[in-house]
Every structure is written in structure tokens, then in C-alpha cells.
């Protein structure tokens, strides 16, 4: 019988955050018959027990250093997060030695932020690593850095979808290939919720646009909506509270403590989605497949979000999209979905088919089967 591969996967997010838990359903998914895994966490949080639940073992490098371009404030970015380069040293040091003892045949950076991490890790392992594209790269050079960094330095690329494809693809060229995210079947069938809350789950930030969700609860005051739809937010403030807490006194200011409510992490969303009427995105991204509206298809809960790719939300029939943000229309939407349980279930049962057909698993987990395998027979 031949002997399992012996992989590490390095996450940044202990849980807290969407590449965490796509990380643990591809991992959780792998025959431990053929892959050995040993996973490398940055933050200590609720993932951690929850390998150790199904005898993987997950430790904790605090460490780790990423840094990911954005679209603009990059060098108010990197200033930022420069200090903990001074600790890259002793994460490389640390991921090393657990690399060696886990006799390791292949790493896995599950984000592209840890491109400076790996080039450390490059020049001491002489191992396979393969990259991991969670975000779109922006175009830019900051982003043409990131970019050309881990084409330099990865065996292959798996891209989320193929946006972050198509951008990584834009300065530089790798092997690689899109493997959507993974998500956890639903206990149960979804059913139209007498509650009628929208949820929202990811960042409290400007650029995935939670002070957007402050309008969307306007509008539905303005339009008089029934009492009972509101929208709850589920999420940490990543680069400080002052935003957050911003947010928090306009819903005071303008009266709508009624209809808005920051609900801070959850470490289970699906246990938030279960009873949702419905996800919001507002993200000014434009990018309406991240994990949230998967985690939300799979869970047949329609999905309302900015942009215009419809590879997930298929604009009325799993969900709506919207090309621009426009609080009235998000609002409107929501009404019509709370008063009308036909159309609510429609759109859910096809979520659900459309949720078992691209996010279950075993199409991802075949696909990185063979990345692994024909990686680590070429080192062999």
C-alpha cells in the first residue's frame, strides 16, 4: 500500500475568517488513507479544536506574517503590518522545524499574503509548495510584486474562482487551475423563516461595505417595512474599532437600533444562515461569490449581493445581483422575499441544487488529489 502523502497547510485565520473555514472543508475532506496533513495556524481560535476533533493535528505559529496589496492605502498597509517582519525570521525557524518533523512532501500558503513567508520557506525547503489565490490581486505594482513573487516561487496556483484567476493571470503566469470553495451540507432543509432576518458575515470594513448595510436599514424604514426585518451583522473589526464603532453610533444617530444590530464573530455562521432570510453583500469589490454567498447556497438561503458575475448567484433564480449598490432596491428585494414564502422557497431550492452541485467537495478534492500527487512523485 503506498505510503499517504505528507502535506502542511499554512493558515492565517484560526477560524475567524472565510479562507480558515474553506481551508478546514478541504482538509477535513482529504482520504487519510492518501494525504497526512498538518496544519499551521497564525491565530489561535475555534478551527484549532476542531481538527483535533477529527485527529488532525493544527499548531500554533503567532509569527506568521502576510501582507496582501489592495487597490489603494498599500503603503499605509504594509506600514502597518511591517513590524511583525521582524518576527518572519522566527515563524520560518518554527514552520521549518514542524515541516521536517512531519516529514513533509508539500506545502500548502493558503493565502496569497504569505508570498513573503514563502520565499523564506523556498530557500531552506526543497519541497513542492503550491499557492493558494483568495483574493483578486489588484492591478498595480504592488500587485504585479505579490504576484510574480509566487509564480517564482510555486509548483501551482489554485485560484477561488476564476476572477482571482484571471487577475493573479494579468502579471504573471503559473500552472494553476480554479477550485471553488468548499462548503458543509446544511443539517437541515431550509425552511421560509417567520423571523425574517438578513445576514450579513464577513469583515466590518469599508471596502466589503458594512456602513452600507446602515442605508439598506434606512430604506427599510423608509419604505415601512414590517417590524420584524432587520438585519444582523456578523463580524470582527480587522483593522481596528474606530470604524466599527463609527458604525455603531450612525445606527444610534438615525434611529435604527430597531433594524440594524453589530453582532460581533460568529464562530459557526451556518448556525446564523440556517434561519436567514437571506445574505447580504455589499461588498464594493463587486465580487459576489466569496465564501459567505457559497456558505449561503449551499445552506439554500438566497443570496443579495453587488456585481454582476453570475457564476453563484443566478440573478433570480438562487439570488439577486446587483451591478450597482442601491439601498432602496436591496431593501425592496428583501421586503418582496419577506412577504412572499412561494418565491422565498423557489429561490431556495434552487440555492440548494446549485449549492450540491459546485461546492460539495469531491470535484475540489479530486483536483487537488492530483496536484499533490503528481507534485510529490516528480520529487520522489
Not at 502542511?8 to 478541504?26: C, K, N, Q, T, Y
Not at 485560484?159 to 484567476?165: G, T
Not at 435604527?256 to 434561519?275: A, W
Not at 463587486?286 to 453563484?312: F, K, Q, Y
Request: net charge neutral; proline share 5%; glycine share 6%.
Amino acid at each position: 500500500m503506498t505510503a499517504p502523502i505528507r502535506s502542511v497547510h499554512i493558515d492565517i485565520e484560526g477560524g475567524f475568517g472565510g479562507s480558515s473555514r474553506s481551508l478546514f472543508e478541504l482538509v477535513s475532506r482529504l482520504d487519510r488513507d492518501k494525504v497526512c496533513p498538518l496544519v499551521i495556524c497564525r491565530t489561535k481560535g475555534p478551527i484549532q479544536q476542531r481538527y483535533e476533533d477529527i485527529g488532525i493535528k493544527a499548531i500554533h505559529v503567532p509569527e506568521i506574517y502576510s501582507f496582501a496589496p489592495r487597490d489603494r492605502n498599500n503603503w499605509k498597509i504594509f506600514a502597518v503590518t511591517a513590524p511583525r517582519l521582524l518576527k518572519l525570521r522566527k515563524a520560518v525557524q518554527k514552520i521549518v522545524q514542524a515541516t521536517v518533523e512531519h516529514r513533509a512532501q508539500i506545502v500548502h500558503l493558503n493565502y496569497e499574503g504569505l508570498f513573503l513567508l514563502g520565499t523564506q520557506l523556498r530557500r531552506q525547503l526543497d519541497l513542492p509548495i503550491v499557492g493558494h489565490s483568495r483574493t483578486r490581486i489588484p492591478s498595480n505594482l504592488w500587485g504585479r510584486w505579490e504576484a510574480r513573487t509566487l509564480a517564482g516561487l510555486v509548483s501551482h496556483m489554485f485560484y477561488i474562482s476564476p476572477e482571482e484567476r484571471d487577475a493573479f493571470l494579468h502579471h504573471a503566469h503559473v500552472s494553476g487551475d480554479v477550485i471553488w470553495n468548499i462548503a458543509a451540507a446544511p443539517p437541515q432543509k431550509p425552511t421560509f423563516p417567520k423571523d425574517p432576518v438578513a445576514v450579513y458575515l464577513g469583515n466590518i470594513d469599508y471596502e466589503k461595505g458594512a456602513d452600507r448595510l446602515i442605508d439598506v436599514a434606512a430604506e427599510l424604514e423608509n419604505q415601512k417595512a414590517m417590524p420584524q426585518l432587520r438585519i444582523a451583522v456578523f463580524g470582527s473589526a480587522r483593522s481596528g474599532t474606530n470604524f466599527l464603532e463609527d458604525l455603531r453610533d450612525q445606527v444610534k444617530a438615525r434611529g435604527l437600533t430597531d433594524r440594524i444590530e453589530f453582532k460581533g464573530h460568529t464562530p459557526y455562521p451556518e448556525r446564523e444562515l440556517q434561519s436567514a432570510l437571506c445574505l447580504l453583500r455589499v461588498s464594493r469589490w463587486n465580487d459576489p461569490w466569496g465564501r459567505d454567498v457559497i456558505e449561503a447556497t449551499r445552506s439554500g438561503i438566497p443570496a443579495l449581493a453587488t456585481g454582476t458575475t453570475n457564476a453563484v448567484i443566478e440573478h433570480q433564480k438562487t439570488g439577486y445581483l446587483f451591478a450597482d449598490f442601491d439601498a432602496s432596491q436591496i431593501a425592496s428585494t428583501m421586503i418582496d422575499l419577506a412577504t412572499n414564502a412561494e418565491k422565498w422557497q423557489e429561490i431556495s431550492d434552487c440555492a440548494t441544487r446549485k449549492g450540491e452541485e459546485m461546492f460539495s467537495g469531491k470535484q475540489q478534492v479530486d483536483r487537488v488529489m492530483k496536484v499533490f500527487t503528481a507534485l510529490t512523485s516528480e520529487e520522489s
